[in-house]
């Protein structure tokens, strides 16, 4: 087995692409259009996307414009070299910090959380690059 993708729902594709490609760095790796169904797809990616890793499939219905989270989901997680300077990259970029980073209480990882448009959780993990998962360089 092998992990693929995660699907969020998301309001408005285009801010939702916006936000992943030019606050966090991915790439638009390919986006579809079923009108039948009337949905829209765009899968999204660090380094070329699968095989190499997971990718973020955002799906926007046609005139949905907002979702309920729910009390289950939690975050994504995305390795970066230096959690500190991601977030003022982030900042920069126009995007929203909900947690400065700084060591996990009760540990010495460090972490930080931003938000994406639709108000998914995303947790920013420090780890060395070449220790695999690092995105947002």
Same mark, same amino acid.
């Given at each position: =087995? +092998?992990?693929?993708?995660? =699907?969020?729902?998301?309001?408005?594709?285009?801010?939702?692409?916006? *936000?992943?490609?030019?606050?966090?760095? =991915?790439?638009?790796?390919?986006?579809?259009?079923?009108?039948? !169904?009337? !949905?829209?797809?765009? *899968?999204?990616?660090?380094?070329?996307?699968?095989?190499?890793?997971?990718?973020?499939?955002?799906?926007?219905?046609?005139?949905?414009?907002? !979702?309920?989270?729910?009390?289950?989901?939690?975050?994504?997680?995305?390795?970066?070299?230096?959690?500190?300077?991601?977030?003022?990259?982030? +900042?920069?970029?126009?995007?929203?910090?909900?947690?400065?980073?700084?060591?996990? +209480?009760?540990?010495?990882?460090?972490?930080? *959380?931003?938000?994406?448009?639709?108000? !998914? +959780?995303?947790?920013?993990?420090?780890?060395?690059?070449?220790?695999?998962?690092?995105?947002?360089?």
């Amino acid at each position: =087995m +092998k992990f693929l993708h995660t =699907m969020l729902r998301v309001g408005n594709l285009q801010r939702s692409i916006d *936000f992943y490609t030019q606050v966090l760095g =991915m790439q638009l790796l390919r986006q579809s259009e079923n009108p039948e !169904y009337k !949905y829209s797809l765009a *899968f999204l990616g660090f380094e070329g996307g699968n095989p190499g890793q997971a990718e973020i499939e955002l799906t926007y219905n046609w005139g949905v414009e907002n !979702y309920d989270h729910g009390n289950a989901y939690g975050h994504i997680a995305l390795g970066v070299p230096d959690a500190y300077a991601a977030c003022e990259k982030i +900042k920069a970029a126009g995007g929203n910090v909900t947690r400065e980073a700084g060591p996990v +209480k009760g540990g010495t990882t460090v972490i930080a *959380f931003v938000t994406d448009p639709d108000g !998914y +959780k995303i947790e920013l993990i420090q780890r060395a690059a070449d220790a695999g998962g690092a995105g947002l360089r």
